[in-house]
């Protein structure tokens, strides 16, 4: 872990300058990240610090993964105590351990019971590395059910998705995507998805037809800009998906876990869907790990052993992770702390907005808030901003997006609203 050290210095890693990190990743890394010129040393609750010891407020959370805050003690001591005690690492999936088993338990009655028409059988629980993994499992899960239970013969079954989704950047998640950058060249694109407008029910009930088997839907937008459905939506989805006898499927890998400031999003509608996708701040930001959670019934029916696997999903280190980002999240109350918070920053940053004539929009529930602006290029003022001490990005480009760890407290609260008004007020 890195250390201050005199002089205000941060000591990271390794002692290569700033220059130097960014010349090796722009030799030796992927350009596929646009990222700014800032290198990130060390990392303590809402805070990132650079090797001069300057600290910038994190207002993305690596997107929600971050939600307990960086390096959170509780997290880093459960996982520091399986590296020194020798149950962290991977071992063969032809034998149990009980980080998983208690992972699973626990990862299963955080939810309430999915699917609750298939009956009162208990959730399970498939664990992944990253939250596009699970996004496939689940899309596995809703395509054998109509397989199997529907009678759609295999290949025909068809998924509606919705325009401006974002379920990551695997070639079955980009082939469904109507953002063209993340499709354009990777074709042949997978088949089996309808994408209609986000929040029109109607497009939805005519979109639907013989060989339909599931609904795949963001209860809040993340990349998409930051919006949420009109009210009512989720409860329209879930209506269709009864009566239709199709399964739906909500991914809140980044808006779930306290971010909204409910456990998860989809309580704000008290919407329960059949399958739940889970990611990022699962494990706290320590370790990657995502869950596909459905009833028990649901899960037995599509998936047995050979029909799916993962050598990393659920390694020991990954469930001792998240076991202790669970009870972070259980223990300190962070969706409450996320809507108490969330309010008063929105209501301030509304302020800020009601004299800005770059402000288009303020949107958001709990800490998940977008500030759309009216020039459509928010990453402007997120360079502003950094040179400030404050580290956000855009949404779908026209959008500020404000999503700090859930952790941030009153003063940082006013630390963001104060940066705000001096980028958008004139």
């Known amino acids: 872990m890195a250390e ?25 890394g992927a350009h596929h990240y646009g990222r700014v010129e800032l290198v990130v040393r060390k990392t303590e609750g809402a805070w990132l610090y650079d090797a001069d010891g300057n600290k910038y407020l994190d207002c993305l959370a690596a997107y929600s993964a971050a939600n307990q805050g960086h390096h959170n003690p509780r997290i880093v001591k459960a996982v520091s105590d399986a590296l020194n005690n020798n149950y962290g690492s991977v071992i063969s999936n032809v034998v149990y351990t009980d980080s ?37 499992t689940a899309i596995k899960m809703a395509r054998y059910y109509g397989f199997k239970e529907k009678g759609i013969e295999d290949g025909n079954q068809e998924i509606i998705v919705f325009n401006n989704n974002f379920h990551g950047r695997m070639i079955t998640t980009v082939s469904f995507s109507t953002t063209e ?7 042949p694109r997978t088949p089996g998805f309808v994408s209609v407008p986000y929040g029109d029910i109607e497009a939805v009930k ?23 459905p009109p009210a009512g939506f989720l409860k329209g989805l879930r209506e269709i998906a009864d009566k239709e006898d199709i399964i739906l499927l909500f991914d809140e890998i980044q808006v779930g876990l306290g971010r909204t400031g409910k456990m998860f999003c989809f309580e704000h509608e008290n919407v329960i869907p059949d399958g739940l996708i889970l990611g990022k701040a699962i494990s706290g930001g320590l370790v990657p790990l995502s869950v596909f959670i459905t009833n028990a019934k649901l899960m037995d029916l599509c998936f047995q052993p ?61 800490l998940f808030i977008g500030i759309e602006v009216n020039n459509g290029d928010a990453m402007h003022y997120c360079h502003k901003l950094l040179d400030m001490g404050m580290l956000c990005n855009d949404s779908h480009g026209h959008t500020i997006r404000i999503s700090p760890p859930l952790v941030i407290t009153d003063e940082e609260v006013d630390y963001i609203v104060e940066r705000l008004e001096k980028v958008l007020v004139d």
């Not at 130097?20 to 030799?27: G, Q, R, Y």
């Not at 001792?320 to 996320?338: H, P, S, T, Y």
């Open 206 to 228: 005519k979109a639907i037809n013989k060989n339909t088997c599931g609904i795949l839907v963001e209860p809040m937008q993340g990349e998409g800009g930051m919006y949420q």
């Open 4 to 28: 201050i050290q005199t002089k205000n210095k941060v000591h990271g890693f390794s002692d290569a300058s700033d220059k130097d990190v960014i010349a090796m990743e722009s030799k030796s």
């Open 306 to 366: 050979g029909q799916d696997g993962s050598t990393y999903g659920g390694y020991p280190l990954a469930c001792v992770a998240g076991n202790a980002a669970i009870d972070e999240i259980v223990n300190e109350k962070l969706a409450d702390r996320a809507a108490e918070v969330g309010a008063v920053l929105k209501k301030k940053i509304e302020a800020v907005a009601a004299k800005s004539s770059h402000v288009k929009e303020v949107r958001g529930r709990g």
């Open 100 to 136: 998983l088993g208690v992972f699973l338990d626990k990862a299963a009655n955080l939810a309430p019971q999915l699917a609750p028409k298939h009956g009162n059988n208990g959730n399970k629980v498939l664990p992944k590395n990253g939250g596009v993994e699970s996004v496939e």
């Open 181 to 187: 950058k993340y499709y354009k060249g990777f074709g």
